[in-house]
């Protein structure tokens, strides 16, 4: 020391070296078909429900998926179990190279399972893993980013569901389990990976997707030599230490409902209620697309009470009918008269008044300009004191049907030819007092519906923030 003045001593070059250099890149074992039908199943349901919309499948690119993600950062990944030659076997899979990872067989997966609570169904099914990586949203959010990646899961998860619906097999999904037996297996929590949830698929076609899919050999963990990883991942995974609890109670069984209580109170036919039929479902999710901007002209009420209705479609989930989760639709651009105004939509309760103008949704947004058009917007929130203390839902749980009622929404306005998008980044005191919310209420998800401006730019996507080799 020199007074106040700290003097660093100089870092030698080949330290600094060594720690800024990318270690040697393993040697690619040698891959082979997609033997398992209860793999090739999931393959060409992440093809459909998760990856990328048929308009960009033919040229294999992933840039638009089918669901949609903060910042295009798609921070989760899957693993399947399924039977393989009788045996059950654990994969993990690679979207991004189209390729699968046999990680474990026989007796440590049976293990796993039955400590879980969990079994393969029968006759070609299989379970796949939902797993979360944090730090893909939380290097360009900060802590914000552990909600974000929570909501982009629930987008997926609860569109796999639909997807398998599509094809005339409903998957159920699993949030309520035990989950050290089967993180170790897939070694989650030693890659600062954290196991979202679990969706049950029985046995059922597969188109010729997955044909573009290998598997390789890495069960020999030997051969693998050491995982690499950055100290600022790890660190980050370490700050969430107390954050990412799971419900204590497993819950045994699953039941088809919906994730919130949504009431449209006769703005559209009973028949209108709802995605309608599943086989619609394919070509909703293979086609649907994010607004980037918004005209600012006004739309039908009818249309958007029809996207909304899409919320009351139910999903077959473990979770529970009760919920603390509330929705309110602010209507302010009407294309008829006498429709505008703010719904509470578990209640039925309507207000009219003064509606936010289009200075106070830019504002209210985070002055996302590009979002000031919007005719309607959807809030999700909860009561501050359901988020801590006694009694409190599960926050990875309040964020999923948070993510899943907003995929419904996206299908449901894409199905009425209205633009929608979704915002995690906004003011939440401002649209307390624009929707006239309770005090302690917490926005936990914003969606926008409105003509689409495609000439816009979502700057949220400016910065990709993927960094070398971490994918």
């Known amino acids: 020391m020199q007074g106040n003045l700290t003097v660093r001593k100089p870092v030698p070059e080949a330290d600094l070296w060594d720690r800024v250099a990318l270690p040697s890149a393993p040697p690619d074992p040698p891959a082979g078909p997609v033997a398992a039908p209860g793999l090739r199943r999931v393959l060409s349901l992440l093809e459909e429900g998760v990856l990328t919309s048929k308009a960009n499948r033919s040229c294999g690119s992933y840039a638009a998926r089918a669901v949609p993600s903060a910042g295009a950062l798609y921070p989760y990944e899957f693993a399947v179990l399924t039977g393989e030659d009788g045996v059950p076997t654990a994969f993990r899979v690679d979207a991004d ?102 969706t049950l698929l029985p046995a059922g076609p597969a188109d010729d997707s997955w044909t573009r899919w290998t598997v390789h050999d890495d069960t020999d963990r030997e051969r693998r030599g050491p995982t690499w990883r950055s100290w600022l991942e790890n660190t980050c995974w370490d700050s969430l230490a107390g954050w990412t609890g799971h419900t204590e109670v497993p819950a045994l069984h699953t039941v088809a409902a919906p994730l919130a209580r949504v009431r449209t109170d006769g703005r559209l036919p009973a028949a209108d209620s709802g995605l309608g039929e599943a086989s619609a479902w394919s070509e909703l999710i293979g086609t649907r697309a994010s607004s980037k901007a918004f005209t600012g002209a006004p739309v039908p009420a009818a249309a958007v009470w029809q996207a909304v209705s899409a919320l009351t479609t139910p999903l077959e989930t473990d979770l529970p009918d009760a919920t603390a989760l509330s929705a309110t639709l602010v209507l302010r651009s009407a294309a008829e008269p ?53 009694g409190a839902e599960n926050l990875r749980e309040l964020a999923f049907r948070c993510g899943a009622l907003g995929q419904l929404l996206y299908l449901g306005a894409h199905r009425a030819r209205v633009g929608v998008t979704a915002i995690g980044g906004f003011d939440t005191p401002l649209w307390r007092t624009l929707a006239g919310l309770p005090e302690d209420d917490e926005i936990l998800y914003a969606l926008l519906i409105g003509r689409p401006d495609d000439s816009g730019i979502k700057f949220d996507r400016l910065a990709m923030a993927h960094a070398q080799n971490e994918r």
């Not at 360009?140 to 796999?160: C, E, S, V």
């Not at 389990?177 to 949830?197: K, T, Y």
């Not at 105004?341 to 509606?355: F, M, Q, S, W």
């Not at 106070?360 to 004191?385: D, F, S």
């Open 97 to 198: 190279r189209r390729t699968c990872a046999r990680v474990a067989a026989g007796a440590a997966v049976t293990a796993a399972l039955d400590a879980s609570g969990l079994a393969v169904p029968e006759g070609g099914g299989a379970l796949v893993v939902t797993l979360t990586r944090p730090w893909i949203s939380m290097r360009k959010y900060g802590d914000r980013g552990y909600l974000y990646t929570q909501l982009d899961a629930g987008h997926a998860a609860g569109n796999l569901v639909l997807a398998a619906a599509g094809r005339g097999a409903a998957g159920a999904l699993r949030l309520r389990f035990p989950r050290e037996s089967l993180s170790e297996l897939l070694e989650a929590n030693e890659n600062c990976r954290e196991i979202h949830s679990v």
């Open 338 to 390: 006498g429709h505008d105004a703010v719904y509470r939509l578990d209640t039925g309760e309507r207000r009219p008044g003064r509606l936010p103008s289009t200075d106070e949704v830019a504002r209210a947004c985070m002055q996302q300009r590009a979002l000031a058009g919007a005719a309607a917007i959807l809030l999700l929130h909860v009561p501050r004191t359901s988020l801590a203390g006694a």
